[in-house]
């Protein structure tokens, strides 16, 4: 058993707040990414349970046995860096084995270790390579191999593919993927990447500013995000925001930002009742915004001017006036022409609305 | 329209002026010019040192040329002896150095609080002394000391001088060098001092040999501190080439031969280390 348990864990630098009483609860052989912009606290969090950066307050606990005063030799933990963090001076073999050899672990059982770990990885012919002598994605590879040799309780991970280029770094999210499922364990995976945070996490924690916005799973992210800052965060195109005034209009919420004006029945949307008079913040993703009249009741329409198309084969991605705002539209048809200037209809699902109030974030 | 034409005429220089094969020449010209500025003196060393006593003011106009200096020379004990301390003061000055500008820089790469400011802030005072207000308190301290005109006596103010100017150099090579590699070392079983001896020193090996190769020379040519820190018991090279100018006259021609023979291993470390020297200070 290795599961994680942080309580109230913050971490201050003279007076600045780094990480603000972070809870977490990771089970065993769970897959949990930390995402967030730089600077929100993510590498910081995960410095602190490997033991190389001393927590302030709160406890850290790996496989039951609080580890807030071991040294990173004693937590039985192996950590993947951004930049490999290889040593230059040695061979991949040696590179692979150095943990073992620290840990008076016998000849015989190292190279059998090392042999596997090269295997599983794929870098049997590198072995007596020195680092400087392989690519970044075989120097990453080695990295993995270096943590899966020891096989630890605890993987973690800072950034480690931020360093690849976009093909390399799509391979080797499916790479981490299938070695997941070959060597189930622990994981903490920091990235400020959304797509490798949604690709490759069972849970997501979404932390800003040192604090924790929101945990759950990716769909649970996607589908129902907490606040605007990880609803924006979460989804690429990011979500498009509008803000508006919510006024009481007999059975409907009427919802107005400038000329925009929009009805929403209250018996759907009991939420709203207690935002009535106030500024709301309606988040659309990009993907739910179809062109075209609405379908149906449970549609709202809106006219807008195009600024920008963008093609990318499969869709177009557009860049809409309305008002005085953006908003951006994803999925459309690639065929379609579509000039600046051109005006357009487009409507979106009611379902698909997301209501944030203006300062909705955790602080 | 005019500024845009303006603009190349303005940027154009000297070098730009000249075609690519006359610009080659003018460095290959400048390059050699340097070279023979730094390479005439040693070559004039040279020369004096194979011409006879009375020949050495005449350099130029003599052909009479022998190697009885270097004979002379080399049958004088005070010479071989000097030869000898002042290669195990150089080695001495250099090991213990190394030992000590290696940790100071790691701690000062590495961390941060107190002790390492107030130890940063203590050789920049110290490096801030002018290097010849260092000699006379060293000279009452090594007397008090009983360490007078012994190895010692001289090793340890060498020491202390290295470490003020060494340490700056040392920090920037530990700079240079990925801390996360030593994180990797603490995860993978090693403690902060095993990180620092198996992973941090083996990286700076460049930046280690050239610190080495510096130190060593510069001990080695040292006058001042061999000057005033020793006496008869411990005779050093550079005091014993200048003792050549006594009350009798100067000796120039033993002079320019012991110089020589000091080149000798000098040339030898400079020649071995100039690769780590140029690697270590780019790193």
């Known amino acids: 058993m290795a599961d994680i348990v942080l309580s109230n864990v913050h971490k201050v630098y003279g007076h600045v707040v780094a990480v603000k009483d972070i809870n977490l609860d990771i089970k065993d052989r769970e897959f949990v990414v930390l995402v967030g912009p730089s600077g929100c606290g993510k590498s910081t969090t995960l410095r602190m349970i490997a033991g190389l950066e001393e927590i302030s307050g709160g406890t850290i606990a790996i496989g039951g046995r609080v580890v807030n005063h071991l040294q990173p030799k004693d937590r039985d933990i192996a950590m993947v860096f951004q930049n490999y963090a290889l040593y230059q001076h040695m061979s991949v073999r040696d590179n692979l084995a150095f943990g073992l050899r620290n840990r008076r672990v016998p000849p015989a059982e190292i190279a059998a270790a090392v042999s596997r770990a090269a295997r599983i990885l794929s870098i049997e012919a590198l072995l007596d390579r020195r680092p400087y002598q392989l690519s970044g994605g075989q120097q990453q590879r080695v990295a993995l191999g270096r943590c899966i040799v020891r096989n630890p309780k605890v993987f973690l991970f800072d950034e480690p593919l931020s360093n690849l280029d976009a093909q390399l770094r799509a391979q080797m999210r499916l790479e981490l993927k299938e070695l997941r499922l070959r060597v189930p364990t622990t994981s903490i995976f920091v990235t400020h990447d959304q797509t490798e945070a949604m690709t490759l996490g069972d849970r997501i924690v979404v932390m800003k500013d040192g604090f924790v916005q929101q945990v759950g799973t990716p769909l649970e992210l996607y589908r129902r995000p907490a606040n605007r800052f990880v609803a924006s965060f979460i989804g690429s195109p990011s979500m498009n925001f509008l803000t508006v005034n919510v006024t009481a209009d007999g059975d409907h919420f009427s919802l107005a930002c400038r000329e925009l004006r929009f009805r929403l029945p209250t018996g759907r949307f009991p939420d709203l009742g207690s935002r009535v008079g106030r500024s709301v913040c309606v988040g659309v993703r990009p993907q739910h915004i179809r062109l075209g009249a609405p379908a149906n009741e449970k549609h709202i329409a809106f006219k807008g001017t195009v600024m920008v198309t963008e093609q990318l084969g499969d869709e177009q991605l557009l860049a809409v006036r309305l008002g005085d705002s953006e908003i951006r539209i994803a999925g459309v048809d690639p065929d379609l022409t579509l000039p600046t200037g051109s005006q357009i209809e487009a409507a979106v699902a009611t379902d698909n609305l997301h209501f944030f109030d203006e300062l909705g974030e955790t602080h | ?283």
Not at chain 2, 33 to 39: K, S, T
Not at chain 2, 265 to 281: E, H, K
Request: with cysteine.
């Open chain 2, 1 to 283: 329209m005019k500024d845009v034409a303006a603009a190349p005429a303005r940027s154009k220089g000297f070098f730009s002026s000249l075609a690519p094969r006359g610009r080659t020449v003018f460095f290959a010209l400048t390059a050699v010019a340097v070279c023979l500025l730094f390479a005439f003196p040693v070559f004039w060393l040279v020369l004096t040192s194979l011409r006879p006593g009375t020949g050495v003011y005449y350099v130029h106009r003599g052909t009479e040329f022998t190697i009885d200096n270097f004979h002379d020379v080399l049958s004088q004990e005070i010479v071989i002896k000097a030869l000898f301390n002042s290669f195990m003061i150089s080695t001495l000055a250099t090991l213990l150095s190394l030992g000590v500008t290696a940790t100071s820089g790691y701690m000062l790469s590495r961390f941060k609080g107190p002790i390492p400011n107030t130890w940063f802030s203590l050789i920049y005072i110290f490096r801030c002394v002018p290097y010849v207000a260092w000699v006379l308190p060293l000279y009452f301290v090594t007397q008090r000391l009983n360490i007078f005109d012994s190895y010692w006596g001289l090793v340890l103010p060498h020491v202390a001088v290295h470490i003020c100017f060494f340490s700056w150099i040392m920090k920037g090579f530990f700079d240079g060098i990925d801390p996360s590699m030593e994180y990797a070392a603490m995860i993978d079983g090693c403690s902060r001092w095993g990180a620092f001896w198996r992973v941090a020193m083996p990286a700076a090996i460049p930046g280690l040999t050239a610190l080495a190769i510096l130190c060593w020379l510069y001990t080695w040519n040292e006058f001042l501190f061999a000057l005033i820190l020793t006496a008869h018991e411990t005779p050093i090279l550079t005091v014993v080439m200048a003792q050549f100018v006594h009350e009798l006259g100067m000796e120039w021609h033993l002079m320019s031969a012991t110089a020589v023979i000091a080149l000798g291993p000098a040339l030898i470390v400079t020649l071995f280390g100039q690769r780590y020297v140029i690697r270590g200070l780019r790193i």
